[in-house]
């Protein structure tokens, strides 16, 4: 399981200057995330995932996280994304990213002790 | 969703070639109203109120012509060495212009001048080791460029000519080994610089003189051995500096003087064994919640009296820690292996 401290780390350094995480927090460049997990994403960034239908989930966010741009075909990832996020190429990394954002864009955020999140 | 064929219509017999090619095009824009899927082999075009977003992967042909009303582009993941000439022809309302992952060795010098609205450039994962003079003289509205995961060994001034606007330049993941002096002397507008992953081992000490509000600074991944006194004072608001990952063994006193609205500083992974007194003196309270936290993780802290300071600071601090356990006494041997934390608790 991943360490949603170093997610929290690792989310300021490559996401916080497009993305915001709290609920009612306003979309930057790119989409707020509250909600993340179970949803289909309400922003229309390319369209392109609208059309897809994606559902955000731990698996759909391994795969996407490592190379966000790449359509994988028989999937339903977004091509032509307007991120400018290569990706991140190490597992823990991604593992921790997706533990924090579980944590962070839920309402499991108020069960959280530490002052980090 | 429809799709953005490359070959030209063929003209049915008589008529008038611009004329099959506009019924051509409305062909496709009533198959992309009624959600037809055309070939898999062409690119894929979203329509809205604001324009066309045109997005090609191999297997999809690069498209010979654009429409003019084309304000996102995405030609990835094909293996380029250079782009088709002419290939943002007519698409001078182009806004956003993705071209990671080809390979690109180098640009042409005039490829950006039908684009002068371009706001995004995104040169990521390219082979480029350097770009031509005179590339960005169209390209005053340009905002975010990123050259990331390049193979620039080297950078002149020269190249960035002719950005007057840009506020975000992503440089990171290059070969770079010095920078220039009077880097960013006229990027006033700048608001994040990332030189993160490269192999700097000194930084011209005007780096940063510039920008009137550099509020990002990424300097994570390099070969720092010493952060002097001088770097950050031109930029008092800086909010996030990451100097992660470097061989930072010296960290002058007032380094951190002046910083008024740090919101996160990371020291993690360096070769500290200590800091001056008085370096943290104006990060955080009372001045200033450092927002999001800091990490001085990964060092050979020698946690003796010279650390009384640090300790205090701590204390203070220490909800905005990261990593607290990764933060520990390398040395003197009775408290090897400590906590930070704990030993500062201790004091």
Redesign the interface.
Known sequence: MGDA??G??TF??KCA?CHTVEKGEKHKTGPNLWGLFGKAPGF?Y???NK?KGIVWGEETLMEYLENP???IPGTKYI????M?F?GLKKKSEREDLIQYLKWATSSLRKYVIS??F | ?SSWSRQRPKSPGGIQPHVSRTLFLLLLLAASAWGVTLSPKDC?V?R?DHGS?????PPAEIPSYLPADTV?L?V??FNLTHLPANLLQGASKLQ?L?L??NGLESLSPEFLQPVPQLR?L?L??NALTGLPPGLFQASAALD?L?L??NQLEVLEVSWLHGLKALG?L?LSGNRLRKLPPGLLANFTLLR?LDLGENQLETLPPDLLRGPLQLE?L?L?GNKLQVLGKDLLLPQPDLR?L?LNGNKLARVAAGAFQGLRQLD?L?LSNNSLASVPEGLWASLGQPNWDMR??F?ISGNPWICDQNLSDLYRWLQAQK?????QNDTRCAGPEAVKGQTLLAVAKSQ
């Open positions: 401290e170093a929290k780390k300021i350094q200057q229309s390319t369209e392109a059309n741009k790449k359509y091509p032509g994304t307007k400018t290569s002052q980090n | 969703m894929q979203f809205s977003s045109i997005s090609c992967q996102h995405a990835e993941f956003e993705h990671s992952s995004v995104d990521t994962r975010t990123v990331k995961e975000h992503d994040t990002r990424h994570e996030y990451f996160m990371d999001d936290g990490d909800d905005k820690m990261f990593s």
